[in-house]
């Protein structure tokens, strides 16, 4: 009579397959390492887009209706510094951020468009655009 053949796996099979899993870990692990930082910049660049955003279209929109003088009906601003755009963005700020005027300081003039204006958030730094209306 013959014996039955036992199935599984061999030793070395096993141990190849613990180096492997070890290699690919040892591959991917640096891939996750730095996540959370380009999270926070990838963050502040989206809040940065969406200030030049803001703005171009308060600019658009205030030319396009031929406003001027203070604030009007349909919530257009007058932007004459770059921490003037938060107020053309839909709620605001977000809380935590913050805006730095260019190193220059002078006002931004009306129909100048300056690109140096800075958001700062989570520790992170970006550029955005500001087009100047009165």
Known sequence: MNKPQQAGFTLIELVMVIVILGVLAAVALPKFVNVDDDA?????????????SA?????????????????????????????????????????????????????????ATITNCVVTGNGKTANFTATGIS
Request: aromatic fraction near 2%.
């Open 40 to 52: 926070k910049q990838a963050a502040v660049n989206g809040v940065a887009g969406a200030l030049s």
């Open 55 to 111: 703005s171009a279209i308060n600019y658009a929109s205030r030319k396009a209706k031929g406003e001027t003088g203070s604030a009007s009906t349909n919530k257009t601003v007058a932007i004459t510094t770059c921490a003037g755009v938060a107020n053309a963005l839909q709620g605001g700020l977000p809380s935590g951020y913050t805006i730095t005027e260019p190193t220059s300081g002078s006002p931004i003039t009306a129909e």
